[in-house]
């Protein structure tokens, strides 16, 4: 990799990193985080390691941040990353089937954040009924909101991803 190629695989995981910051404090403020079925706007991102390597850690850097700034417990801080980077790997892997690649962040979050919801927030519902709860978020947070930032950004990739 030359020297200008990991500056820019550093700037553009730092600014999609931020990018997810900022989506979830807005969605924050308007309170579409909470209740039954949460949409979480900075997961439309979770498409960009069809584009570029470098939204993999900043992904996973964005969730952490962005968790650790609006006041998330411990568990979710550790774990909720985790959920992020391990979609992220999988939209990478699936990056050639477009309407493929957005189901392993879907999967790894509808698993995962439930019990970090049960265990780290002490929520009572069932955890299967939070499965389908956060899955039916991330479905509109990733396959409706994400596919449309993916065909809003398809055409010109090569220039805002600079290869």
Same mark, same amino acid.
């Given at each position: ?5 990991? #500056?820019?695989?550093?700037? !553009? ?5 931020a990018?997810? %910051? %900022?989506?979830?404090? @807005?969605?924050?403020? /308007? ?7 949460q949409?979480?706007? +900075? ?11 470098a ?17 998330? %417990? &411990? ?6 990353? @985790?959920?992020?980077? #391990? ?6 892997? *699936?990056?050639?089937?477009? &309407?493929?690649?957005p ?5 790894s979050?509808?698993?995962? %954040?439930? /019990? ?8 009572? !519902? ?13 479905? *509109? +947070? ?5 596919? #449309? ?9 090569? @220039?805002? /991803?600079?290869?």
């Amino acid at each position: 990799m030359k020297r200008n190629s990991k #500056i820019i695989f550093l700037c !553009q995981g730092a600014i999609i990193a931020a990018i997810y %910051v %900022v989506l979830t404090y @807005v969605a924050h403020m /308007f309170g579409l985080d909470a209740g039954v079925i949460q949409i979480r706007l +900075s997961e439309m991102l979770c498409i960009l390691p069809m584009f570029t390597t470098a939204a993999i850690p900043g992904l996973y850097l964005g969730c952490l941040l962005a968790n650790l700034l609006t006041g998330a %417990v &411990w568990l979710d801080i550790l774990v909720g990353p @985790v959920a992020t980077l #391990i979609g992220a790997l999988g939209t990478y892997a *699936l990056r050639k089937y477009k &309407w493929l690649a957005p189901i392993p962040p879907i999967l790894s979050n509808a698993i995962i %954040v439930p /019990f970090v919801l049960a265990y780290g927030y002490g929520m009572e !519902q069932a955890i299967p009924l939070m499965m389908l709860t956060v899955g039916a978020g991330e479905i *509109l +947070s990733i396959y409706l909101l994400g596919m #449309i930032f993916y065909h809003a950004i398809q055409k010109r990739a090569n @220039v805002i /991803f600079m290869k």
